[in-house]
């Protein structure tokens, strides 16, 4: 058993370290569990495996509990090399590769080139594998080259030597025992020398050069005998007596087994007592080993658990973090809600304040114009009136220019509040289309005659075309339906001189009763430029208006286009300047004989009355009363005028009347208060309120304070007597609308 190997190495350990001093046990310092590990060496090499194996696992609990590897790694070699000693191999190789698996992990070559070593000697010379040992002893020499070790370097390649010449490989073994051989004498290691000799007789005895192997042996013998090294003697006298059975010497070669089989015997002996406290041991090893795999297993199991707990920092860490942020991220949140919330909150009062005074400004807007056209309407009945008294009663002012001229300034006047107040009420949604049934021939043609006077003084000639397809009666809105007309036709007149107008009414489709008739305006005179075909239709625009003359609010296209809207159509134009003008739209007129049968019945009225009415007027307005009376007294008519609510109350105690005409705005009591007053004594006289407010503005209060029908300031006096006649023999008196 070539045990020289190991035991080589460990003496290197325990003089590298035998002047490190033994710390505390409790609280074992780097070198005290250092010098622990050369303790356990020295009781190795003592044989004192059981002192040996105790002292190794104590250096290799503290290294453990140390965290380090280099110090496990040596624990381990010694507790190797104590399972190698006592014959325990499995065990050995198991420690040997766990204490290179510790020493891998450091940069302490001289550890790792002894365990490789180590390893090395069990696989070649207990486990009978050259080419594994082989490997380790390479490894072994790598890590001595890189520390300089040269001794280390040259036990290795000692054991490579022996192990190939072992095996009879000498060709293999040669280099390395050169090697050896060139620095044996450098070194002058006396622990190796009777070896090398050894090794160099089994060459030459190889080699069949047998003086020389000779020689060699008999070299190895003197020197082994001086330093008494029995195991290296039994060696040489075993392959000194192979050299001489060679040679034929086999008296010497006998002599020299006998010599071996001395030695054997001793060191057979010395082995069986190993042996002996290896069966004695044995129980304890096992103990042993089980301890160091407890410590093992513990660290493992710290390992795992330090792993664990790594994991579970590292996760909470995580977790913190993200509950942190999340917090940050629902208290950013939180505070930019509440600020967006606030702010919405104070957008919304905004609103609501901007939304109210919206509606106040609105209703101001509405009531601002009622009462502007109900104020300018008064004063223009006055100025219109007059003017046709004068124009009446004084023939020869026929011709006045000034008259002319007033009459039409009073007139456009009075167009420009109608437009206003019917713009204003379209846009607040307060017209509603009326059913009534008409002949479109006949209407056409009364817009052409009413307008014959702008045809007129402008040169121009108007031609109506009438398709005859379209049915004779109609049901719509004829008075909305008429006043487009007359809007587009006096357009037409205005904008052409000595030129044609053309209405033409054409019907296009039928859907159930529904009849669409498309209507063309169509004239030749100046035409509108392109540019501005989109804007005529804005309110108050009038395009190059040169003439001083001419009539128009620039109220009307726009007017026309909004009651358009309400018939569901849409207006077109096609146009070219100087070349002339058309404008197209369609609407859808019902027919239906049953209706119109129904509505033509309800509107017969006997207006061939010439019955001499005596009427009471109630107006303040002393010019309007001028007005009023006259108009009644033109038609044949009686009247009396009174110009308050109070002298009306009283004078109705004493006459009788059959109509009364009643104007609303009135200091002290309003037109609505004396007519309930007058119906609360039960007089049921009709009652028309002449009024500059519009219709439908007072209609409700009028009905409930039981007013018979209302007719706006300044009215044509042939719209009063129809009135007249309706409530007096007509049958809805009360309707108003
Ligand atoms: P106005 O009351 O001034 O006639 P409108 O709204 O009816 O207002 O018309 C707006 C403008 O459109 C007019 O001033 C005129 O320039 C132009 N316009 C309307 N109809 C015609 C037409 N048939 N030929 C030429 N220009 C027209």
């Given at each position: 058993m070539p045990h020289i190997r190991i035991l080589l190495f460990l003496f290197f350990s325990l003089k590298m370290f035998s002047n490190v001093p033994i710390a505390n046990a409790d609280t074992p310092s780097r070198k005290a569990i250092l010098k622990l590990t050369v303790v356990a060496t020295t009781k190795l090499a003592e044989s004192k495996f059981e002192q040996s194996l105790a002292t190794a696992r104590l250096a290799l609990r503290y290294a453990i509990d140390r965290n380090d590897d280099e110090l496990i790694a040596k624990s381990y070699n010694t507790i190797a090399a104590n399972f190698e000693e006592l014959s325990e191999i499995d065990k050995a190789v198991f420690y040997y590769k766990k204490g290179l698996s510790y020493a891998d992990k450091?940069?302490?070559?001289t550890i790792k080139n002894s365990l490789n070593n180590n390893i090395g000697n069990v696989y070649c010379f207990?486990?009978?594998n050259l080419s594994e040992g082989i490997n380790y002893y390479q490894k072994a020499l790598e890590y001595s080259s890189k520390i300089n070790d040269s001794k280390g370097a040259y036990i290795t390649k000692m054991n490579i030597a022996w192990a190939y010449f072992y095996k009879g490989s000498f060709n293999k073994g040669k280099p390395y025992l050169d090697f050896i051989n060139t620095h044996q004498s450098e070194l002058d290691d006396k622990e190796t020398i009777v070896a090398v000799n050894m090794l160099n007789g089994m060459f030459f005895t190889n080699k069949l050069e047998f003086d020389k192997a000779d020689s060699f042996f008999k070299k190895a013998i003197i020197l082994g005998k001086e330093g008494n090294e029995q195991s290296d003697l039994l060696y040489v006298y075993e392959e000194y007596a192979n050299l001489l059975m060679k040679k034929g010497d086999y008296k010497m070669a006998y002599e020299n087994l006998v010599l071996y089989n001395s030695i054997k015997k001793v060191l057979e002996d010395s082995n069986k007592l190993k042996k002996a406290n290896v069966v004695g041991l044995n129980l304890e090893l096992d103990e042993y080993k089980r301890k160091v795999d407890t410590i093992e297993n513990e660290i493992n199991l710290q390992d795992i658990s330090l792993q664990k707990s790594r994991i579970i920092v590292i996760l909470f860490i995580i977790a913190f973090s993200v509950v942190l942020l999340l917090l940050y991220n629902f208290y950013r949140n939180n505070r930019f809600k509440k600020k967006k919330n606030a702010e919405l909150i104070i957008a919304n009062e905004k609103l609501f304040i901007a939304k109210e005074r919206a509606e106040e400004a609105s209703h101001l807007k509405s009531q601002f114009v009622s009462t502007i056209s109900h104020e300018l309407r008064t004063p223009l009945y006055g100025v219109v009136g007059i003017t046709n008294l004068l124009l009446d009663e004084h023939?020869?002012?026929?011709?006045s220019p000034h008259l002319a001229s007033l009459k039409f300034s009073a007139r456009y006047l009075l167009c420009l509040v109608n437009d206003v107040l019917q713009i204003n009420k379209i846009e607040e949604n307060r017209i509603v289309l009326e059913s009534l049934t008409f002949n479109l021939a006949d209407e056409i043609n009364l817009i052409k005659n009413s307008l014959s006077f702008i045809a007129k003084s402008h040169k121009n000639h108007i031609n109506v075309s009438i398709d005859?397809?379209?049915?004779?009666y109609l049901i719509g809105d004829k008075l909305r339906f008429s006043q487009i007309i007359i809007n587009m036709v006096s357009n037409a007149l205005k904008f052409t001189n000595n030129g044609e107008v053309n209405i033409k009414a054409d019907l296009v489709r039928i859907e159930n009763k529904a009849h669409f008739i498309e209507f063309n305006i169509e004239d030749n005179g100046v035409g509108i430029a392109e540019e501005d075909q989109e804007k005529?239709?804005?309110?108050?625009v009038q395009i190059?208006?040169?003439?001083?003359d001419y009539q128009g609010t620039g109220l009307g296209l726009s007017i026309v286009k909004r009651l358009l809207e309400l018939f569901d159509s849409t207006i077109s134009l096609k146009s070219k300047t100087g070349e002339g003008t058309t404008f197209t739209f369609t609407i859808a007129f019902d027919h239906d004989p049953i209706k119109t049968m129904e509505l033509i019945n309800k509107i017969q009225?006997?207006?061939?009355s010439s019955e001499i009415f005596k009427v009471l007027v109630v107006d303040d307005n002393k010019i309007n009363q001028l007005i009023t009376k006259k108009i009644i007294e033109k038609n044949n008519c009686k009247s009396r005028v009174v110009d308050s609510g109070m002298a009306a109350l009283a004078i109705l105690e004493t006459e009788k009347f059959d109509i009364i005409l009643m104007d609303?705005?009135?200091?002290?009591?309003n037109g609505f208060e004396t007519t309930k007053r007058i119906r609360q004594k039960g007089i049921v006289t009709p009652v028309i309120a002449v009024t500059a407010f519009d219709k439908e503005e007072i209609s409700e209060e009028a009905l409930s304070a039981g007013i018979n029908d209302i007719i706006i300031k300044p009215f044509e006096p042939v719209l009063l007597f129809k009135t007249i006649n309706q409530l007096l023999y007509g049958e809805n008196k009360t309707e108003l609308v």
């Open positions: 450091t940069n302490n070559d207990e486990l009978n023939k020869e002012l026929a011709d005859p397809a379209i049915p004779e005529i239709f804005e309110k108050f190059g208006r040169k003439e001083i009225v006997d207006l061939s609303i705005n009135m200091p002290l009591m």
